[in-house]
Nanobody, 123 residues
Framework: QVQLRESGPGLVKPSQTLSLTCAVS??????????WTWIRQAPEKGLEWMGV???????YYSPSLKSRISISSDASKNQFSLQLSAVTPEDTAVYYC???????????????WGQGTQVTVSS
């Protein structure tokens, strides 16, 4: 059973960089055709797809975040990370890391979810 767990600071100051890590167990982040995604949910809003890193290391980002976001992976630690720069209070949200099949399926799948971690942007 694949399990994901987010970790990182729960409070970030405005203009700073938000950094989160997702540790994956029960499966490898380099497993062919799988991808690893960051999704967030701001208070009283729906889920927002932020970006993804695919098993081969390629990345894709939401156009609205592209200038501020970076997703990377560390195969030796079986984890992937999110960095979001120049944060504002509007970046306050619960952040989820998600894994699933992306290649060879009609639509990307989001099979495995972390429990989510609250990040608040405030001075």
């Amino acid at each position: 059973q694949v399990q994901l767990r987010e970790s990182g600071p729960g409070l970030v100051k405005p203009s700073q960089t938000l950094s989160l890590t997702c540790a994956v167990s029960g499966g490898s982040i380099t497993t062919a055709y799988y991808a690893w995604t960051w999704i967030r949910q701001a208070p009283e809003k729906g889920l927002e797809w932020m970006g993804v890193i695919v098993y081969d290391g390629s990345t894709y980002y939401s156009p609205s975040l592209k200038s501020r976001i970076s997703i990377s992976s560390d195969a030796s630690k079986n984890q992937f990370s999110l960095q979001l720069s120049a944060v504002t209070p509007e970046d306050t949200a619960v952040y989820y890391c998600v894994g699933g099949l992306r290649v060879g399926v009609p639509e990307p799948r989001y099979d495995y979810w972390g429990q989510g971690t609250q990040v608040t942007v405030s001075s």
